[in-house]
């Protein structure tokens, strides 16, 4: 079975650039995460798909980040203007569902990442 | 704001050594889940513990859930070098809005060295 796959893998800007990254995820999952990870600490929610519709996007940064998963498979995220700060590793993630009734949450997938570098 | 804090945050040691990192908070989670992260990869689950005083065993690792959920604590006996990676936890919590949201600690960075 196919991972989760995500383009670029690295991508260098300058600050006030735009930048879009890509996120396929597994065959068949409605849920879909992307999250923020800056050097040293670990993985920030940016916001979580359910089928094509936004189920939290409350550490969004919504004057500069977008994201849209308009068919309900691909997601694309999007920076305009970047800034410094925004020098991370992006991570697409997802889950057959993002839980199941009763239970736990559902196994997350992540893909590799994207790293951004902005100067 | 609910936070996942992880210790220590580096831990070098010597093949086959056994080592504890740990993972706690004030905030009580529904689940907890256990991730090991390599470089240039994303996080991959090892564990997900539900039930208070919960502990279970993959291979070599041992994990265990607090009896109030609000701490775990992974456990490694004999370490190899392939066990070296980021160690993160992570916290399922209702936080009053929806079902639940899940929050990252920060990561333990081992080594184990040959």
């Known amino acids: 079975e196919a991972g989760v796959a995500q383009s670029p893998r690295y991508k260098i800007i300058e600050k006030r650039q735009s930048v879009a990254f890509w996120c396929n995820p597994i065959?068949?999952?409605?849920?879909l995460y992307w999250y923020q990870q800056i050097l040293g600490q670990g993985p920030k929610l940016l916001i979580q798909?359910?089928?094509?519709?936004?189920?939290?996007d409350s550490q969004l940064p919504k004057d500069r980040f977008s994201a849209e998963r308009l068919k309900g498979v691909d997601s694309t995220l999007k920076i305009q203007p970047a800034k410094l700060e925004d020098s991370a590793v992006y991570l697409c993630?997802?889950?057959?569902?993002?839980?199941?009734?009763?239970?736990?949450?559902?196994?997350?997938?992540f893909g590799p990442g994207t790293r951004l570098l902005v100067l | 704001t609910q936070l996942l804090e992880q210790s220590p945050q580096f831990l070098s040691i010597q093949e086959g050594e056994n080592l504890t990192v740990y993972c706690n908070s004030s905030?009580?989670?529904?689940?907890l889940q256990w991730y090991r992260q390599e470089p240039g990869e994303g996080p991959v689950l090892l564990v997900t513990?539900?039930?208070?005083?919960e502990v279970k065993k993959l291979k070599r690792l041992t994990f265990q859930f607090g009896d109030a959920r609000k701490d775990s604590s992974l456990h490694i006996t004999a370490a190899q070098p392939g066990d070296t990676g980021l160690y993160l936890c992570?916290?399922?919590?209702?936080?009053?809005?929806?079902?639940?949201?899940?929050?990252f600690g920060k990561g333990t960075r081992l080594h184990i060295l040959p």
């Open positions: 993630a997802s889950s057959l569902d993002h839980e199941l009734a009763g239970g736990p949450r559902e196994t997350q997938y």
């Open positions: 065959s068949g999952h409605a849920t």
């Open positions: 798909f359910q089928n094509n519709g936004v189920v939290d």
């Open positions: 905030s009580v989670f529904s689940s």
């Open positions: 513990v539900v039930t208070g005083g």
């Open positions: 992570a916290g399922a919590a209702f936080d009053g809005k929806r079902d639940d949201k899940i929050i």
